[in-house]
């Protein structure tokens, strides 16, 4: 059967970034195994173009919401094609075929007596573009999920019978008790189920930007909740509610890959639609974790987003694929440091692979001038054993989606062969005219790299392009070097450059850095600034510091919460910035002081003694911009 594998879609009001690469990587890692194995299997990516967050983006760039979206689903794009990423659908929501799916759908659900219209009441994270009832929120006020604050909604909506399909959903995850991975996820997703499902809001009605009603139903006051529109785009690229050619039956075998951020909307509310609309089921959702920077989780307001793009053009995008993959077990959240990626690559890639295959080239040219035939292994049967066995235990780590494991063992072979060297001596044997054995280690040495460059294919498709040019086989061996686990006798090595060159940490400027603040500042530098009206609503004395006040600033809906540490405590007791309207810089690089993250800097005034005051204004809400 054809295997269907789909990336989230990403949304277009940020740019893409390393977790965004990271989820796209894992798919075509996914998609190169299936096609290694001799299995089809397509890809789809694509961009998530509508919601209110779209619109407030847009509007604050003096920009339509279209013209916004193509510029960053372009971005998304470009970036994909120069990461040669196997994708064979990039879906958008703004296409007109995707808009009649998603129309299409509604009215299905609804003539399936599974939508009806209601009342809305309750909290909407427009950050998460998700409602919540007051008993799901923090404090009453702030989102469950990413923590900003929330605003109280309350307006007619249609909804869709969620509640029917807990029974259903509960019975599916016990058919099938493998479907979420890695598991322990999937007992949250099923505690979350038995908690008791609400049924849900699918459309709203304060703002324009998404996918009208089915005209039957002519209600133009109401667009398709983005959830529901975004989940489809999934089928709608296959042909589902309009007229691309069909291709439903590759639905039949699909798997997901997403975040642990959105694996209730995948793992609930998306098997629930299917069901509604009489589809198959997805057969596997595969949730990873979160990867954070240096230890700070990573966001626009903080300044410290990683582009992929910057990463792969210091140290090349085969590192990149291998230290994502390599370094965090499938499922864990991770940290993506510059020195990690440093050290992984010079140890795994340049050390143990990269030098194996110079060693190889170098004593195959020296003593057999590249052409090797041999067939004496045996006194290397231990070695071949063992290279055997670990290969066979391969499978199941991909299957298990544990590629990090699949690596590290694969590795092994590596090992083995660089062990053998050092351990036979092929110099010495050469002085005792030992050549057949020599040779037959080098024949050795070329079956482990053949059958490591196949296996690497999924994760490190051009070395492992390059490491069959050398040793001049191709994926028609895949039968006969994995499958059949047999050892050619005879190669023909073509020299390559050598693989991986030491790297050594990049000092990686980002945006803002790059542009030369020593000179006067553009208005574009200042507006790069992003300061803003805040309400402090806590203030603490920082021990051991009689300089320090750590202050937890709220700055309205869509910023939320920060902690700003600032030296103002020998002009302010923290009773008298209670509740007080400060302004601060809130995009500045996080920092610690005194151990203790700071997010920004309040803005203060000096006096000629030296003396601070704050910056501060009358009555203006929260989140209001400065400048
Ligand atoms: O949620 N670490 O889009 P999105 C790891 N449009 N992965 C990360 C990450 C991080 N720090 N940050 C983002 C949406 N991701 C919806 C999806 S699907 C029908 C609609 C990855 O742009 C991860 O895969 O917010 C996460 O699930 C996805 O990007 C969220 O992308």
Redesign the pocket.
Known sequence: MVKYVT?????VN?VP????A??TILCDMFKRYQTLKGNECLLLTGT?EHGQKIENSAKSRNKTPKEYADEVSFKFQNLWNKFDIAYDYFVRTTNEAHDSGVKKAFEEMYKNGDIYKGHYEGNYCISCETFFTKRQLIDNRFCPDCKKETSPLKEESYFFRLSKYEKKLLDWYKENPNIIMPLHKRNEVIKFIEGGLSDLSITRSGFKWGVSLPPFIDDSRHIIYV?LD??L??ITPLGYGNDIPNKMYLFNDATH???K??LR?HAIYWPAFLMSLNLPLPKQIYA?????IEGVK?SKSIGNVVNPDDIVNAYGLEVMRYFLIREVPFGQDGDFSHKALVDRANSDLSDTLGNLVNRLLGMSEKYFDLNLESESFDYLKNEIEQVSQIIKSLESYMINMMPHKYLEELWKIFDIANVSIAKYAPWEMMKSDKTDEVQALLVFISNILSKGALLLYPILPHTAREMMKCLKVDFSSYNKLIENDELLNKFSLTKIPPLFPKLEVQNISTAEEKSDLKDKVSIDQFSKLDIRVGRVIEALEVKNSNKLLMLKIDFGANVGVKQIVSGIAKYYSPNELQDMLVCAIINLKPTKLMGILSEGMVLSAEDSEGALRLISVDDIEAGSKVG
């Open positions: 990336t989230p879609i990403y949304y940020d970034h390393i977790g965004h990271y989820t998530d959830w975004a989940l785009s999934y890959f997403v975040g951020d959105i909307f990873h974790g979160w990867w954070t990573m």
